[in-house]
């Protein structure tokens, strides 16, 4: 058994290598991120504010969130629905950095996540895995790159969804979302003390996947 934590910044490319080097070790994905989007669907489909602590916490009691593995994919369900793509907004972005501010709901997601990683071998992603849901993770990784090359990473996937935004409204969305993912009070996004800084401005999905199992047998072969 082994628990593998991927933290950084929105478009460094975490849940695509996550799952890459998944595939490769034969070990499960989880993505955490896509719980987050979860709620904030939820909370946008009801019509409120995500910002709007009491009335998001409020909410929680009548969300059910199931993680089901289907041939090595994770798929979130809502309340039994399978959300697929429709989290998977810029909207929902900004919807899931505000719902990720409020303490009772990481708490409400706490268990789910380390409940999967109890009975798995597992590669975790978001922003707070090594620090927070994984502290016991033998390998802790963060994963940045600069922001224009986060904002053309993840330009380019909206767009291959056929996704109508533009590069400039992307890296404004993605900066915002920095700010507050870096300053929230609960679970801010940095690195773990013990994490190791992976920069893969100039690395490709492949080349980011090889770095990150090299970090792996390097850590789990010196035990």
């Known amino acids: ?3 593998i934590a991927i933290d950084g910044p929105g478009g460094a490319g975490k849940s695509s290598v996550a799952k890459l080097v998944a595939k490769k070790l034969g ?3 989880v993505d955490t991120g896509a719980l987050y989007r979860t709620i904030g669907y939820y909370v946008k489909e009801k019509g409120i504010d995500p910002k709007d602590a009491p009335s998001v ?3 929680l009691p009548n969300i059910k969130i199931e993680v089901k593995f289907v041939d090595g994919t994770q798929k979130v369900f809502l309340n039994e629905e399978d959300l ?3 989290i998977r907004t810029p909207e929902m972005s900004m919807y899931a950095s505000a719902v990720s501010a409020i303490g009772e709901v990481r708490s409400f997601l706490l268990d789910t996540q380390r409940d999967i990683a109890k009975k798995n071998s597992v590669i975790m992603d978001g922003r707070d895995i090594g620090t927070v849901i994984l502290p016991d993770a033998e390998v802790k990784i963060f994963l940045f790159a600069s ?3 986060r904002a053309k990473r993840r330009y380019e996937e909206l767009r291959a969804k056929g996704q109508d935004v ?3 409204d992307v890296l404004r969305e993605m900066n915002e979302r920095d700010k507050n993912d870096s300053e929230r009070e609960i679970a801010p996004a940095k690195p773990a003390e013990d994490a190791i800084m992976l920069d893969n401005s100039d690395l ?3 080349g980011t996947a090889d770095a ?3 970090i792996v047998k390097e850590k789990t072969e010196s035990k």
């Open 27 to 29: 070990i499960v994905y």
């Open 166 to 168: 533009s590069f400039e």
């Open 212 to 214: 990150i199992i090299a």
């Open 57 to 59: 916490v409020s909410c």
């Open 204 to 206: 490709d999905l492949e």
């Open 147 to 149: 922001p224009e090359c």
């Open 84 to 86: 697929g793509d429709k």
């Open 1 to 3: 058994m082994i628990k």
